[in-house]
């Protein structure tokens, strides 16, 4: 299969890291589904983008936490499109907490948009997937669910670790049928949501403090992570399933013991 008999689906697609990852797999040839929550006029920007480079993309609103929002979108794009064959679970949010000002409402939420969305999306293409045998699923995790040391990425780090232990359990569960699943864990990257609400001096700081934990001496892009999205979606990458692919920088500062 090329990459030109390629559907996906990008969830959280608007901005940041989904957006680059939506962008490359249309330049690969893939027709894509840009998912989005609320910014449906960033959402069309990135769909007239790629139709203008010749590409062919809709975009399609569904809140990942809602199973019956997500069944839409992905039978809108089978509708649209053609066959889902690549999903890249990308939606999430992250806030940050600790023991003292843990808030299990907003704690909840994160969940069931950074796990349970994972879980809906994916319930909604394998059916197709499977009666093709063919599917490459992408889950976007982190490094915080593998230890990294900073502060106030607990339970952020908790539904990312649930977001790498499923993807093992589902390629698991889905290789019989010619489906991988895999994930990409990325470190720092300079995206709307890491970059809201620090003013320039404010990110300057930010920016070279974690530039300054990595090997590579710098922080990370969103192309960085699409380009890693891309090699495991791609058509050739057919015998790599159930792995953990950090893109990090070489980030040094995780907690251990060794």
Not at 16 to 37: E, F, H, I, M, T
Not at 210 to 230: F, K, V, Y
Not at 231 to 254: C, H, K, M, N
Request: with cysteine.
């Amino acid at each position: 299969m090329s990459w030109r008999d390629q559907v996906a689906v990008v969830t959280g697609a608007g901005r940041g890291l989904g957006r680059a990852a939506a962008k490359l797999l249309a330049q690969r040839g893939a027709a894509v589904c840009v998912d989005y929550a609320a910014r449906a006029d960033a959402a069309d920007a990135l769909v007239a983008e790629i139709t203008a480079a010749g590409g062919r993309a809709i975009a399609a609103k569904a809140d990942v936490a809602d199973a019956g929002a997500v069944d839409a979108m992905v039978a809108r794009a089978e509708k649209e499109l053609g066959p889902v064959t690549i999903l890249v679970n990308n939606a999430g949010v992250a806030w940050q907490a600790t023991l003292d000002n843990y808030d299990p409402e907003a704690f909840d939420r994160m969940r069931r948009i950074n796990v349970d969305g994972v879980i809906h999306a994916t319930r909604a293409v394998a059916p197709s997937m499977r009666a093709r045998r063919y599917g490459r699923i992408v889950n976007v995790s982190s490094i915080a669910a593998i230890g990294t040391a900073l502060s106030g990425n607990a339970f952020y780090a908790a539904t990312k670790a649930e977001v790498t232990i499923l993807t093992k359990r589902f390629a698991l569960e889905l290789g019989p049928h010619g489906i991988t699943v895999n994930a990409v864990a990325p470190g720092f990257v300079r995206t709307d949501m890491t970059q809201g609400g620090r003013g320039a001096a404010d990110w300057a700081g930010t920016e070279k403090s974690m530039a300054s934990r990595t090997m590579l001496g710098r922080i990370g892009e969103p192309e960085d992570i699409a380009n890693a999205i891309a090699f495991l979606a791609a058509p050739e990458s057919g015998w790599i399933t159930a792995q953990l692919l950090t893109v990090d920088g070489g980030r040094i500062d995780y907690i251990g013991h060794a």
